[in-house]
C-alpha cells in the first residue's frame, strides 16, 4: 500500500491544494505545524497513537503565573511538559539560536503578558507597567512563524498593562484571577489541538 501526504511550504491554496482535494490526499501546509502533519499521517494509519500536544510557554518575571500555567497544561489537560526556555540545556548555543530551536518543536504557544517593568510617563510622572520588552518579541515571532489566526498563539493578560499600540487589538484572556479561574477558556481556545 502506498501512501502519499503532500507538504507546502505555500502560504494560500494552489493546484497542489486542489489536486490532493479531488483525489482525497491529506495536504498540510508548513505554517499549519507539526501536528497538523501528525493528524495526516495518524488518518492515514501511518501513526498509531498522537502525542499530546507540546507548548511554549513565554513569560516574564511572574513566576506564579508561569508555575501555574505548567500545571494546567501538563495536569489539567494532560499535555506534555511545556518548553520553558530558561529550563532547556544551552549546549552552547546564543539566546536565539535556543529560542528557533525550542520554538519549531511545539504545537502552539501560551504567551504570558504581565506587568513587569515600570514605564515612566516623563510628562506626568504617572508610572505604567509593562510586559517585558523579550515577551513582545517573542509574541510577534510566534505571529510570523504560526500564523496570527492559526489558534496556535493563546495570549494571556494579567492585570493592567500599557501595550505597544500594534498589538492593542488582538483578543486576550484575562487571567488577573488566575490559571485556573481561565481555565475553561483556555480549554475551548485549544481544543482544536486534540481534536
Request: glycine share 8%; charged share 25%.
Amino acid at each position: 500500500m502506498i501512501v502519499i501526504v503532500l507538504l507546502s511550504g505555500a502560504a494560500a491554496p494552489g493546484e497542489a491544494d486542489d489536486w490532493a482535494g479531488e483525489n482525497s490526499v491529506p495536504f498540510v501546509y508548513k505554517h499549519d505545524g507539526l501536528r497538523a502533519l501528525l493528524h495526516a499521517l495518524e488518518r492515514c494509519g501511518l501513526l498509531k497513537c498522537l502525542p499530546a500536544p507540546k507548548a511554549f510557554i513565554v513569560h516574564g518575571h511572574d513566576d506564579t503565573a508561569l508555575a501555574e500555567l505548567k500545571n494546567y497544561l501538563q495536569n489539567t489537560l494532560k499535555w506534555q511538559e511545556p518548553v520553558v526556555l530558561r529550563e532547556q540545556p544551552n549546549r552552547g548555543k546564543t539566546i536565539i539560536e535556543k529560542f528557533e530551536e525550542f520554538a519549531s518543536r511545539i504545537d502552539c504557544v501560551f504567551v504570558l503578558l504581565t506587568p513587569d517593568d515600570p514605564n515612566a510617563r516623563f510628562s506626568t510622572n504617572d508610572e505604567k507597567r509593562r510586559a517585558r520588552q523579550n515577551v513582545i518579541l517573542e509574541l510577534g515571532f510566534f505571529y510570523g512563524q504560526m500564523g496570527r489566526s492559526s489558534g496556535r498563539v493563546i495570549v494571556l493578560k494579567k492585570g493592567t498593562l500599557e501595550l505597544p499600540s500594534d498589538i492593542q487589538g488582538i483578543v486576550w484572556i484575562d487571567i488577573s484571577n488566575g490559571i485556573k479561574a481561565a481555565g475553561e477558556d483556555i480549554r475551548k481556545e485549544v481544543a482544536h489541538l486534540t481534536e
